[in-house]
């Protein structure tokens, strides 16, 4: 049963324009909350996280805004850039960390 | 700092076979964790280890094992290879294990396994 759902497996941005790329959970006890992007041939990096007694956590260009009620997240990329271009998984941990399937951004220069 | 190592980078073997794959974490991380990623179905989680304990298992069958060393280091074995197998594995590294400190993993290049 999949825990973290990312139901867009793709999106294509123009650049410089916002990308919004989002990811809904289904166990209210997930306390924490990560983005990762992951480039072809590379492991996932870390981008940014969010703890749930936030709603929203700043890192740049990144932003990661939690919403509980309706079990939530989305990261917002703005401006998008083309090396933005990658696979982005959300994650959430509880007894252990549960990854979403992923989507694929690709911003259009 | 030396990031996470997994070797060998792609590696292709026949059913029937097992394999091994093996990841080095980062200095002074404790806790391994090995996930498998195929299209389509993210990153499924295999197993964690911290101390040389296995803490956590996924929904996996016992055809997959693993193994921690006192350096941390670890080592993940596949036997009887299935044409399903094929995928990347991918190991992460942290210093906590996962679900007790809210630190990010850090992920090796992982390990590209075709079975024929």
């Known amino acids: 049963d999949q825990q973290v759902k990312q139901n867009s497996p793709s999106l294509s941005v123009q650049e410089g324009r916002i990308s919004i790329l989002n990811c809904d959970y289904t166990?209210?006890?997930?306390?924490?909350f990560l983005w990762y992007k992951k480039y072809p041939a590379e492991g996932p990096t870390f981008l940014i996280s969010?703890?749930?007694?936030?709603d929203k956590n700043e890192d740049g260009r990144f932003t990661v805004f939690l919403n509980k009620s309706a079990k939530h997240l989305s990261l917002h990329i703005v401006p998008s850039q083309p090396g933005d271009s990658a696979v982005y998984f959300c994650a959430a941990s509880g007894n252990q960390f549960y990854f979403g399937t992923g989507t694929s951004l690709t911003v259009i220069p | 700092k030396a990031g996470v190592t997994q070797t060998p980078r792609y590696l292709i073997k026949t059913r029937g076979q097992q394999v091994t794959l093996s990841c080095s974490p980062i200095s002074g991380h404790r806790s391994v964790s090995w996930y498998q990623q195929t299209p389509g179905q993210g990153l499924q989680f295999l197993f964690e280890?911290?101390?040389?304990?296995?803490?956590n298992k996924g929904n996996f069958p016992g055809r997959f094992s693993g193994r921690q060393f006192s350096n941390s280091r670890s080592e993940m074995n596949v036997s009887t290879l299935e044409l399903g197998d094929s995928a990347l594995y991918l190991c992460?590294?942290?210093?906590?294990?996962?679900?007790?400190?809210?630190?990010?993993?850090?992920f090796g290049d992982g390990t590209r396994l075709s079975i024929l």
């Open positions: 969010i703890s749930s007694i936030k």
């Open positions: 280890y911290f101390s040389e304990t296995q803490r």
């Open positions: 992460a590294s942290s210093l906590a294990p996962q679900g007790v400190s809210n630190q990010p993993q850090h």
């Open positions: 166990n209210s006890m997930f306390d924490y």
